[in-house]
């Protein structure tokens, strides 16, 4: 187990909607990256974020947007919830200028 | 554009052999490949990973294969287990510019390993 937590587990939304998903770093580390991972499918970078500022962007519509907090954990936000966005929702974090990268479990959202 | 292949789509072998998972990339970019196993309802953990500059890393039952000229790599895993039954992703870091340290996954082989 990794020390990289996300909440909430699992999410049911309506399309729309917008939604808030939350991570907290493992200890040490001050850089945070979230992903997508579709059923069936591998994890696609949407951002990563480096004391507190965006450090790199993915192939994702500005309705993704992210923050990160000076304690170094992060906030994935979606707004107007497509059906597409059903998905789970994976946060990493690294040492700054390392190579790996350390995942939590994952949220799992669901929109209907 | 997808930018790390992998094969097989899934893999079945008898507890005891050897499971091979293969990965090609085009990006010469790419400064680090990790690959990571991941279990229904988990998030993706770290196994192994290997740099450009070496040809092989084994750790223990895992081993990296890496052909820098080819932009291929491949992981090797000996005396297969039940408990490796799972779903493996290679993964390449990007080195470049505004993707710097975004890591681009392959699509996952689907591995089952009967007793």
């Known amino acids: 187990e990794t020390g990289v937590t996300q909440s909430p587990t699992h999410l049911i939304k309506t399309r729309g909607q917008q939604v808030t998903l939350r991570c907290s770093s493992q200890?040490?580390?001050?850089?945070v990256s979230w992903y997508q991972q579709a059923l069936g499918q591998g994890p696609q970078f949407i951002f990563q974020?480096?004391?507190?500022?965006?450090?790199g962007r993915g192939n994702f519509p500005p309705r993704f947007s992210g923050l990160q907090f000076p304690n170094y954990s992060s906030e994935l936000n979606v707004n107007a919830l497509e059906l597409d966005d059903s998905a789970l929702y994976l946060c990493?974090?690294?040492?700054?200028?390392?190579?790996?990268?350390?995942f939590g479990p994952g949220t799992r959202l669901t929109v209907t | 554009q997808q930018q790390v292949k992998q094969s097989p789509q899934s893999l079945i072998v008898q507890k005891g052999g050897i499971s091979i998972i293969n990965c090609a990339y085009e990006n010469t970019a790419f400064d680090y490949f990790p690959w990571y196993q991941q279990f229904p309802g988990k998030g993706p953990a770290l196994l192994i990973a290997?740099?450009?500059?070496?040809s092989e890393k084994k750790e223990g039952r895992f081993t990296i294969s890496f052909n820098k000229s080819a932009k291929q790599f491949s992981l090797h895993i000996m005396d297969s287990q039940p408990g490796d039954s799972a779903t493996y992703f290679c993964?390449?870091?990007?080195?470049?510019?505004?993707?710097?340290?975004?890591?681009?996954f392959g699509q996952g082989t689907i591995l089952t390993v009967h007793p």
């Open positions: 974020y480096y004391r507190e500022e965006e450090n």
């Open positions: 993964a390449a870091r990007d080195a470049g510019g505004t993707s710097y340290g975004k890591l681009t």
């Open positions: 290997i740099r450009p500059d070496v």
């Open positions: 990493a974090s690294n040492r700054g200028g390392a190579y790996e990268q350390y």
């Open positions: 200890s040490g580390h001050n850089t």
